[in-house]
Every structure is written in structure tokens, then in C-alpha cells.
């Protein structure tokens, strides 16, 4: 005889096989429940909704835009003189651009555009 032990998983598999009407009415409700409160605005005739009440947090940042590059291997003096000083001066060539921000470091630069307020996100 061989003693089987059966984990949490084999026997929720057990139990949906042989309640599939179970089974059935719980997905029916959790879908149902999930309809009457999806924050959508969906006009259902006869159902009384309670959507959950979504709030839209405004981005109120600088728009820029940041440029990563990386060279691995190189001194942060190479990276700045080679890569992220020739990348910069171009970078502020750009219309609309209000300041252009640098860090070197060993192996790559990060460079922070950042442009007026009047400038399209595009």
C-alpha cells in the first residue's frame, strides 16, 4: 500500500472537478461583484452600480526627458570629455529646451533635459 499525501493544490484540483456547479456560482459572483463596482462609466439598465471612485493624481513635474549612456570601462573624465560635454552641447541646440543637467560617473553619464513649460510633451 502506498501512502499518499495529498498537498493543498491536489485537493482544491479534487474539489473544483467534482463541484463544478460550486465552482460555476462563485466565478459568476466574483465576475458580477467585479461589474458593479469597475470604475468604468458602463450604464446597465436595471442594476444599481457603486463603481469605485478612481482619482487621477496630476504629474506636476518638470517635463524632461533623461538620457542614459554608457561606455563601461572608461574614467568618468573620458565619459565626460568624449561623451556626455559633445552630448550636451547638442542637447541644447533643442527648441523649447530651458537647462540641460549632466552627471558623469565611471562608465556612464546621465544627462537631464529639461524644457519651458510651453514645450509639447512630444
Do not use: C, H
Not at 29 to 36: D, K, Y
Not at 47 to 59: L, N, T
Amino acid at each position: 500500500m502506498i501512502n499518499e499525501k495529498k498537498s493543498i493544490l491536489n485537493t482544491l484540483i479534487a474539489f473544483t472537478i467534482d463541484n463544478k456547479l460550486v465552482v460555476f456560482l462563485v466565478l459568476a459572483g466574483l465576475i458580477a461583484w467585479g461589474i458593479l463596482v469597475a470604475p468604468f462609466d458602463w450604464q446597465i439598465p436595471g442594476i444599481e452600480r457603486d463603481p469605485v471612485p478612481v482619482d487621477a493624481i496630476p504629474d506636476i513635474g518638470e517635463n524632461q526627458q533623461i538620457v542614459f549612456t554608457k561606455w563601461p570601462g572608461r574614467s568618468p573624465q573620458d565619459v565626460e570629455n568624449q561623451v556626455t560635454y559633445p552630448l550636451t552641447v547638442a542637447l541644447l541646440g533643442i527648441p523649447e529646451v530651458r537647462t540641460v543637467r549632466s552627471y558623469s560617473m565611471f562608465g556612464f553619464s546621465t544627462i537631464y533635459i529639461i524644457f519651458k513649460e510651453k514645450a509639447e510633451f512630444y
